[in-house]
């Protein structure tokens, strides 16, 4: 007996493809046997390699094409969205992609699942639609005050999605999650940038004071947190899924250098990012009712992709990128 049809849209991205791997290889028992197609535009974060010997149809594709959305969308039982623009400082340079893909896009995908009748829908989406916070953590009741263009145009998305799960009855849930981190993340995020770095003995930049706190979360959990609320999140309710360890980006960073060897000379002090949110932290209260709990610590899973991304070098090269001072 077959199991359901999932749609992944930007699954050739760095959570998207670990999502897919995961259903693929049977974590998730209630999508045993599922057949999995993935619609990704290929934008330079999205990666044909991420899906190797991935049993999977491919569909290349812009989540904003309504024609393509109409014939690719009908037929599955379950619509996971994962594709997004989703870098601050990229945002922060130019901002209209962000809005055409996290808000005209989501618009599209949900309009196409509301044509077709789809059963399940899964917004992805991030904790910094919230702005920032000096103690305490959100809960999902939080007031939206992002303070990005690229945190703006998520909650928009999110809008759009509980719009329609209230207006049209459509069957859309939104998760929220902490920095992701983890094996194939395209080296601009901090994680992935210093340690490609660190292992090529060139220095890292640190913002400001490195005071900044973010909540840090394996993306095998963040996919395992997302596969939850598909299976028994409410439509359109919002479930936090929170990581293993809040750390200041100094904290950060004191831990990537002892895990490559290197020593804090190899650390240069840079201008703060505009409008750098302080703090992150969600209160993941709701989804742990369903039975949620991360299992990689953060150390575990820090040396892990350390070890990685060693291995894989051709990442440090075809895959690196040309800010100096951008994460």
């Known amino acids: 007996m077959s199991g359901p049809r999932i749609l992944v849209t930007g699954g050739a991205g760095f959570i998207g493809s670990h999502y897919v791997h995961a259903v693929l290889a049977g974590d998730y028992p ?44 009908p037929g599955h039982d379950v619509v996971i969205n994962f594709a997004a623009e989703s870098h601050v400082d990229r945002s922060i340079a130019g901002s209209a992609e962000f ?48 303070r990005s263009p690229y945190a703006a145009s998520k ?5 759009v999605a509980r719009a329609y799960a209230v207006t049209h009855g459509l069957p859309v849930s939104i998760t929220r999650c902490g920095n992701n981190y983890g094996p194939r993340q395209f080296p601009e995020k901090v994680i992935p940038l210093f340690i ?19 909540d840090w979360v394996h993306v095998e959990d963040h996919c395992r947190g997302v596969q939850l609320v598909a299976e028994r999140g409410a439509p359109g309710e919002v479930y936090h899924i929170a990581g293993t360890a809040e750390l ?41 009712v369903l039975g949620f709990a991360p299992r990689i610590s953060f150390d575990e899973g820090l040396a892990e992709t350390v070890r990685w991304y060693a291995g894989h070098p051709e990442w440090r090269i075809s895959q690196s990128v040309d800010q100096e001072e951008e994460y």
């Not at 003995?201 to 490195?210: A, C, T």
């Not at 190899?266 to 302080?278: E, I, Q, S």
Request: hydrophobic share 35%; aromatic share 6%; with cysteine.
């Open 30 to 73: 209630a999508y045993a046997g599922a057949e999995v197609t993935v619609l990704d535009k290929l934008t330079y974060a999205g990666n044909p390699a991420n899906l190797a010997d991935a049993r999977c149809e491919f569909v290349w594709g812009d989540l904003c094409d309504p024609e393509l959305l109409a014939k690719v969308v």
């Open 99 to 146: 809005v055409r893909t996290n808000v005209l896009g989501v618009q599209a995908l949900l309009e196409a699942c509301l044509e077709s009748g789809t059963p399940r829908v899964v917004q992805v989406s991030t904790d910094e639609v919230y702005g920032s916070i000096d103690s305490g953590s959100w809960d999902e009741d939080a007031a939206l005050r992002p």
């Open 155 to 159: 909650a928009g998305g999110d809008l």
């Open 196 to 214: 490609t770095r660190l292992l090529d003995g060139r220095k890292v930049p640190l913002y400001g004071d490195g005071g900044n706190v973010r």
């Open 248 to 288: 200041t980006n100094r904290e950060l960073t004191g831990r990537l250098l002892a895990a490559c060897g290197r020593d804090w000379d190899m650390v240069r002090y840079v201008a703060d990012r505009k409008g750098h949110d302080r703090r992150y932290s969600l209160d993941d209260s709701k989804l742990r």
